[in-house]
């Protein structure tokens, strides 16, 4: 089975940076996968890792370090518009249209 | 382009009720998943259909559930009966054909069984 572990919620100023940390367990690895989801909406696609070093997309970055079962989700210039639920997801390996989810990380902008 | 759709947006039924919920992919998407979130709890995977067969049903929780993609376009998600803990919200997603491809979310259905 696959275990996913980050934190549940993670307050920060506008204009700040922040770092949520994901860490995983798995039997098999195909991708580390990022969602940003905003209450009642659809989970949107931010950001996909499966090799080790950093992606960086406009004010989101993401790291990964498979040795360490760990990645990170690094948003910058926050706005009050990112404040959203943070998903870390990791496709399986032997079944490569399954991803485990963790829990979510809510992120709360303050002004 | 459309996004993937699903309905309704919300359910309301009694237990031992049947409910029946629906997804649109995104045109041309093969692959379709089902997910769902209960309460307090993580997204978790239910199921996976490449084009009309089930590639992976390892996550439907029992017989209960029955998903169909007839025609490898929509995909229908029923519950039958329903009991009270499949309250939750229920997600669809779909890629395009490949292993690392980017799978796009609908908004959901929540489902209340009271």
């Known amino acids: 089975g696959q275990n996913i572990d980050q934190p549940t919620e993670m307050t920060a100023t506008e204009g700040a940076i922040v770092q949520i940390n994901c860490t995983y367990q798995?039997?098999?690895?195909?991708?580390l996968f990022w969602y940003q989801q905003h209450a009642g909406e659809a989970p949107t696609f931010l950001s996909y890792?499966?090799?080790?070093g950093l992606e960086e997309k406009g004010r989101f970055s993401s790291f990964l370090s498979r040795s360490k079962g760990y990645s990170y989700l690094l948003l910058k210039e926050l706005q009050m518009k990112d404040s959203a639920s943070y998903l870390c997801?990791?496709?399986?390996?032997?079944?490569?249209?399954?991803?485990?989810f963790g829990a979510g990380t809510q992120v709360v902008v303050t002004p | 382009e459309a996004g993937v759709t699903q309905f309704p947006s919300h359910s309301v039924i009694e237990k031992g009720q049947t409910v029946t919920l629906r997804c649109d992919p995104i045109?041309?998407?093969?692959?379709l998943y089902w997910y769902r979130r209960v309460m307090g709890k993580e997204i978790k995977f239910l199921l996976h259909?490449?084009?009309?067969?089930?590639?992976?049903e390892s996550g439907m929780p029992n017989n209960r559930f029955l998903a169909e993609r007839t025609g490898g376009t929509y995909s229908t998600l029923k519950v039958q009966p329903a009991e009270l803990e499949d309250s939750g919200v229920y997600f669809c997603?779909?890629?395009?054909?490949?292993?690392?491809?980017?799978?796009?979310f609908g908004q959901g259905t929540r489902l209340t069984v009271v």
């Open positions: 997603a779909s890629s395009h054909a490949g292993v690392n491809t980017e799978a796009f």
């Open positions: 997801a990791v496709r399986d390996a032997r079944s490569w249209g399954k991803f485990q």
């Open positions: 890792n499966v090799l080790d």
């Open positions: 259909f490449v084009k009309e067969s089930k590639q992976d």
């Open positions: 045109s041309g998407h093969d692959n």
């Open positions: 798995t039997s098999g690895f195909n991708g």
